[in-house]
Nanobody, 120 residues
Framework: QVQLVESGGGLVQPGGSLRLSCAASGRIFSINAMSWFRQGPGNQRELVAA???????NYADSVKGRFTISRDNAKNTVYLQMNSLKLEDTAVYYC??????????????WGKGTLVTVSS
């Protein structure tokens, strides 16, 4: 019923850029916030960036100044523009949506992830 589809991952050299996209679809009444998490080799899952429907954003210290999260509420889509990529940015990136279903319950849904590999 609810789908989150991430795209845009791939192999990129250090200093390069990638743009991730996540499109939400299905029986969603409203989306309060969407976010990007990541989990790299040997690391715990961490919050990378989050954005509310009103445009308020939050970033991990490690990506501030390099990554930008944005959204298109009409399309229920969130983006993550990643610039000046570093080796330590290598991870599986997961999109999440914090939403209300049609019964009025707050839910969180996770995408399956997209792999970003930064390597020379």
């Amino acid at each position: 019923q609810v789908q989150l589809v991430e795209s845009g991952g791939g192999l990129v050299q250090p200093g390069g850029s990638l743009r991730l996209s996540c499109a939400a679809s299905g029986r969603i009444f409203s989306i309060n916030a969407m976010s990007w998490f990541r989990q790299g080799p040997g690391n715990q899952r961490e919050l990378v960036a989050a954005i509310t429907s009103g445009g308020s954003t939050n970033y991990a210290d490690s990506v501030k100044g390099r990554f930008t999260i944005s959204r298109d509420n009409a399309k229920n889509t969130v983006y993550l523009q990643m610039n000046s990529l570093k080796l330590e940015d290598t991870a599986v990136y997961y999109c999440t949506a914090d939403y209300l279903n049609w019964e009025g319950y707050g839910m969180i849904h996770w995408g399956k992830g997209t792999l970003v590999t930064v390597s020379s």
